[in-house]
């Protein structure tokens, strides 16, 4: 079998196999990062218009696994899935369109088929959904509708929303401000890992809003946030710094490698 100019040792599944069964397997190739088995095993079935197949060989062609990066076939390969309902595949196509790759880059198209994925439940194209509209980056942002898939996603685990839903909280974007719900926020998010729940929690402990002002803690919950990448820990980090002693900032040092369990989320 040949794809793109590479050929593949593996047959093309007989028509006595199940579908669900090749499905099965072309996903277990995958998982074992098997990539041409499974490439092998989801063309005939992509062509055949199976959704789940088109969405497996879309993102090998996506990310050059198994076969040469195609990000324009892949894209095509997406498209196919997610006009069929697939909602990985309509938040992939989304993300897609957002980064302007295999398809022209719009924001338009990615709220479209990120909106599509988030009413079938999809928690991340949810949290997507949610940062696009609150994005101020040539539009007006929308904080009510945004919020409420912050929510959404927030309900399924996903700590990005549960950070963006303190912010809008701590910054009166949608609704009313209060500190003590935004910590409760970001301790949930930063509980979970997430960078910048991290590095807002070490700044409300830094200005002691919303929680007791501890500028040791502050510093062990922005280095935590710097180690995970956060951008706002950079801004936030010299300021908490200048106020430490040199014993101060060990212990803060010490903390931070003990967080999140020093201060889990209640």
Not at 107 to 125: F, H, L, P
Not at 183 to 203: P, S
Not at 206 to 215: E, N
Not at 240 to 249: C, Q
């Amino acid at each position: 079998m040949k794809l793109l100019g590479l050929t593949f040792g593996r047959d093309k599944p007989t028509q006595a196999s199940p579908v669900a069964d090749q499905l099965r397997e072309a996903g277990a190739f995958f998982a074992a990062e098997e990539y041409e088995a499974a490439i092998a095993m989801w063309l005939p079935l992509a062509q055949a218009e199976q959704s789940e197949a088109q969405h497996g060989l879309a993102t090998c062609l996506m990310q050059g696994l198994g076969a040469p990066a195609d990000q324009a076939t892949g894209a095509k390969w997406l498209l196919a899935a997610a006009v069929q309902g697939h909602a990985s595949a309509q938040r992939d196509i989304a993300e897609a369109y957002l980064k302007g790759e295999g398809v022209p880059q719009s924001d338009v198209d990615a709220e479209q088929w990120y909106r599509r994925a988030a009413e079938q439940g999809d928690g991340a194209a949810q949290d997507m959904l949610s940062w696009l509209l609150a994005n101020e980056d040539g539009r007006t942002p929308d904080y009510t509708e945004s919020l409420k898939w912050a929510r959404a996603a927030a309900d399924q685990g996903i700590p990005a929303s549960m950070t963006r839903i303190g912010l809008f909280h701590h910054n009166a974007l949608g609704v009313t401000r209060d500190p003590n719900v935004a910590i409760a926020w970001w301790r949930k998010a930063a509980a979970l890992g997430d960078a910048d729940g991290q590095a807002m929690l070490g700044a409300a402990h830094h200005i002691g809003q919303g929680v007791p002002q501890d500028r040791v803690k502050a510093y062990a919950w922005l280095m935590r946030a710097r180690w995970g990448g956060s951008k706002l820990a950079e801004r936030f980090l010299s300021p908490v710094f200048a106020t430490l002693s040199p014993a101060e900032i060990e212990a803060g040092k010490d903390l931070a490698r003990r967080l999140p369990e020093a201060e889990a989320a209640p």
